[in-house]
């Protein structure tokens, strides 16, 4: 696996920046898990070592990085001694560990909004469009009905948001300022455009925050297009 050195969102203080050497993100530029973590980072200013995991050539199955993540997903972040995968407690960690820019809001019920988003993408709407799911679904069905299949899921998980949204969205997700849900809907939202063809015309509010999002950097230079293993 290559390794490339990512700076970006640098932080302020020097003190800060001797943390930042130790981390390092295994990713997939096009994984909508790793695209979350990196917006955290970014976010978060947080300068890190980008270490390309190939998931088209199976580098997710190799016994490397098995014994960073038994399961074979990414993202893996290693910061230390620490090693954690999956995204949404890679995110948790930063948040306890960098307390800059909080990515969770004080307000209870705002964070309950919040954390109900992320399960929303993580659980109802990711984990059935997962590259080996579908490639086990085009394998038995075809092409078409893998296609379907992402769109169905995608268009009902959509369908849930768009209604909880409308009552909670300010500029951002919920209220004007950057959280939580915001940093799983992004990648979600950009894969179904992108990658799935969804007609996002039936959910406006979804639109307007893909929108949103890019105006500002840290979700910019998350972008898939921007990482070094680009269309690898
Ligand atoms: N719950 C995990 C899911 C991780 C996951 O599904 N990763 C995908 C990329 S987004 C993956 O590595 N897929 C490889 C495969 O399906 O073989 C997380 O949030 O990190």
């Known amino acids: 696996m290559a390794s490339a050195s990512v700076v970006v969102g640098v932080g302020e203080a020097e003190e800060e920046e001797e943390h930042n050497n130790k981390l390092i993100l295994y990713s997939f530029w096009r994984s909508s898990c790793s695209f979350r973590v990196r917006i955290a ?21 190799h016994p490397e990085f098995l014994k960073l993540n038994p399961v074979g997903f990414v993202p893996v972040l290693v910061d230390g001694p620490a090693v954690i995968s999956d995204s949404f407690a890679i995110i948790m960690y930063l948040e306890d560990k960098y307390p800059q820019h909080p990515l969770l809001p004080t307000d209870i019920h705002k964070r309950a909004i919040n954390f109900q988003v992320v399960s929303i993408v993580s659980s109802s709407i990711q984990p059935l469009q997962n590259l080996s799911l579908l490639t086990y679904i085009e394998g038995k069905a075809g092409p078409d009905e893998k296609l379907s299949w992402v769109q169905s899921v995608i268009k009902k998980g959509f369908t849930a948001l768009e209604k909880l ?13 950057v959280f939580m849900a915001d940093i799983f809907l992004a990648p979600q939202i950009h894969s179904a455009f992108k990658k799935f063809n969804i007609d996002m015309t039936e959910f406006p509010t979804l639109s307007r925050l893909h929108e949103t999002y890019y105006e500002i950097p840290a979700f910019r230079e998350a972008l898939p297009e921007n990482q070094p293993d680009a269309a690898g």
Do not use: I, M
């Open 41 to 61: 980072l970014n976010f978060k200013g947080l300068k890190y070592d980008y270490k390309p995991v190939n998931l088209l050539k199976g580098e997710q199955s």
């Open 165 to 177: 949204l409308k009552e909670h969205t300010g500029r951002f997700a919920t209220g004007d300022e």
